[in-house]
């Protein structure tokens, strides 16, 4: 691991993070031999950064140097909205998720699994939108700038009202010059509140035919999380299937965090769990969205969205491994912020 290099430091808090970004770096990125494309844009290689690491424009630039070529700018919001207190990001000790788990100890020391607690913090558009703004201009041509965004519930709210909220947010979004949209799907759904919106196929639909109004042919992504089952899988995509160019999955699995021999962290509430302990659940479900979307257009020729991996990647093998299982992309969160050069990493070792 490159010690040298600034990270995000999660002993601080996230606004700290954001005021403290890394200048870009000057380093030999080698390539990574292949066409690639994402949603329909060619682009240089398979390696992005999911939703999160990057908080702002500065941030964006600093890993897009380091060999990053699509860049997901932090979920933001149509209001500002805080960062849950710290801490944030909370190591944890697990082999392999399954999804289902009572509880996960927390680990003293960070190894590559953790727990994040953020609540998706997001600047006033204002400034969200004038930062994309110049982000796109100074980002060199060749990298792609995905905007992240997810409603943000009123108290009485109805499904439709979230869904033109998603749509404002995505419009805003492709207004500043976003390269693609994604719409967080993993978060509470208004009209139900025990679910999220990725498990409601006719809710999630709803939002997403939306968005694509709102947003014409701008490459459109739905992220979504741990789904339970091949079922679940089939009717999320038959549902979103018409509206997107891309899926990216596995936002995290969820599970309470316990100090250990103490208590219960976060009030006792789930957590996502980030890092090398999804990889396996996130490949599996790789696997079974994929053979769903490819007999839907086997069956009825729609065609099939991108699939994008995220969850758990650290090294070439881990990434070789998605686009296997069937992934056009693969997106990474914990491994670059652990090591920021580990697109760098993974294109050295590339065969
Ligand atoms: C610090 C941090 C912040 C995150 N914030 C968001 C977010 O705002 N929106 C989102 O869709 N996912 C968010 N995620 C989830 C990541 O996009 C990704 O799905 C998850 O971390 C799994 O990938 P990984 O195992 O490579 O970390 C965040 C993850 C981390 C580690």
């Given at each position: 691991m490159n010690e040298s290099l600034p990270r995000y430091d999660r002993l601080q808090s996230y606004d700290w993070n954001y005021a403290h970004a890394p200048e870009p770096v000057e380093v030999d990125v080698p390539a990574i031999p292949g066409t690639w494309d994402f949603c329909g844009l060619p682009v240089a290689s398979p390696l992005g950064i999911a939703a999160g690491p990057l908080l702002n424009g500065r941030w964006v630039r600093y890993y897009a140097s380091l060999g990053f070529d699509v860049l997901t700018y932090k979920t933001v919001r149509s209001v500002e909205r805080a960062c849950y207190p710290l801490p944030n990001l909370v190591p944890v000790e697990v082999a392999q998720m399954a999804g289902g788990e009572r509880e996960v100890p927390a680990a003293e020391t960070m190894?590559?699994?953790?727990?994040?607690?953020?609540?998706?913090p997001s600047k006033a558009p204002t400034v969200w939108r004038a930062d994309v703004e110049e982000t796109r201009?100074?980002?060199?041509?060749?990298?792609?700038?995905?905007?992240?965004?997810?409603a943000t519930e009123q108290p009485g709210w109805s499904l439709d009202q979230m869904a033109d909220d998603y749509a404002r947010c995505a419009q805003w979004a492709v207004e500043s010059g976003a390269d693609a949209v994604e719409t967080n799907f993993s978060c509470p759904n208004v009209c139900t509140s025990d679910g999220q919106l990725y498990q409601?196929?006719?809710?999630?639909?709803?939002?997403?035919?939306?968005?694509?109004?709102?947003?014409?042919?701008?490459?459109?992504?739905?992220?979504?999380g741990h789904l339970r089952d091949a079922e679940e899988a089939a009717a999320l995509t038959a549902a979103i299937g018409p509206f997107v160019d891309g899926i990216a999955m596995t936002n995290s699995v969820a599970a309470p965090v316990r100090r250990p021999g103490g208590e219960l962290l976060f009030d006792g509430a789930p957590r996502g769990i980030c890092g090398a302990g999804i990889l396996e659940a996130s490949l599996r479900q790789m696997r079974t969205v994929r053979q769903t979307v490819t007999q839907r257009?086997?069956?009825?020729?729609?065609k099939p969205a991108s699939l994008i991996g995220v969850g758990g990647a650290f090294s070439a093998e881990d990434v070789r491994r998605y686009l296997v299982a069937g992934a056009a992309a693969v997106h990474l969160a914990t491994a670059a912020m652990v090591d920021p050069?580990?697109?760098?990493?993974?294109?050295?070792?590339w065969l």
């Open positions: 190894g590559r699994t953790w727990a994040v607690s953020f609540g998706m201009k100074l980002l060199p041509r060749g990298k792609l700038l995905v905007v992240s965004v997810v409601q196929p006719a809710d999630a639909a709803r939002c997403a035919e939306r968005v694509r109004d709102a947003i014409g042919r701008t490459p459109y992504l739905v992220k979504i257009y086997l069956r009825e020729g729609t050069t580990a697109a760098l990493q993974v294109r050295n070792t």
